[in-house]
T-cell receptor
């Protein structure tokens, strides 16, 4: 079954860029790549998603490898409020179950 | 209104009790989800309702019983739980069906403790 692999933890300095990697070597051609983050004592929050092309939104950028076996979430300038667990997730199409397959998550700490 | 609300925030129950968790959204979303999350672990999918019909049950024990009375409301009925069922229970919703590009909106969760 497809799954994602992420580092357990990463550290960043405030106002510096952060690159959070994710491997998904068994991704299927129709799986979307989603990123969510979970702040302490809250539910997960959507960050960004993509299928094949790189994506940008107000929160982050998503860089997807050409073979789609890995991706990187980029926070352009980390703030203290970005400290959270970041989940790299494969999202199956509806006709294949429509589930989110969560990775174990990367705990990001941000130092002032 | 762009949020998913869950009540109660905290719940403590004995193994013989019957209780219910409630989830509500007023975004017009047609898919709703229950997840279970243990400490330091990712959420695990339990149930999915799509257009008010149960579409996914991830082999959840029958002591958990979901109900979707209407498109805005999702309940999880609990009966004869075990201490290992103690966890954070998260509800989520998405606009059109499940999976693919659909973004899920999560509630803050109910922290359940079974004594």
């Amino acid at each position: 079954d497809a799954k994602t692999t992420q580092p357990n933890s990463m550290e960043s300095n405030e106002e510096e860029p952060v690159h959070l990697p994710c491997n998904h070597s068994t991704i299927s051609g129709t799986d979307y790549i989603h990123w969510y983050r979970q702040l302490p004592s809250q539910g997960p929050e959507y960050v960004i998603h993509g299928l094949t092309s790189n994506v940008n939104n107000r929160m982050a950028s998503l860089a997807i490898a050409e073979d789609r076996k890995s991706s990187t979430l980029i926070l352009h300038r980390a703030t203290l409020r970005d400290a959270a667990v970041y989940y790299c997730i494969l999202s199956r199409p509806y006709n294949q179950g429509g589930k989110l397959i969560f990775g174990q998550g990367t705990e990001l700490s941000v130092k002032p | 209104d762009t949020e998913v609300t869950q009540t109660p925030k905290h719940l403590v129950m004995g193994m013989t009790n019957k209780k219910s968790l409630k989830c509500e959204q007023h975004m017009g979303h047609r898919a709703m989800y229950w997840y279970k999350q243990k400490a330091k672990k990712p959420p695990e999918l339990m149930f999915v309702y799509s257009y008010e019909k149960l579409s996914i049950n991830e082999s959840v024990p029958s002591r958990f019983s979901p109900e979707c009375p209407n498109s805005s409301l999702l309940n999880l009925h609990l009966h004869a739980l075990q201490p290992e069922d103690s966890a954070l229970y998260l509800c989520a919703s998405s606009q059109r069906g499940t999976g693919g590009r659909n973004e899920q909106f999560f509630g803050p969760g109910t922290r359940l403790t079974v004594l």
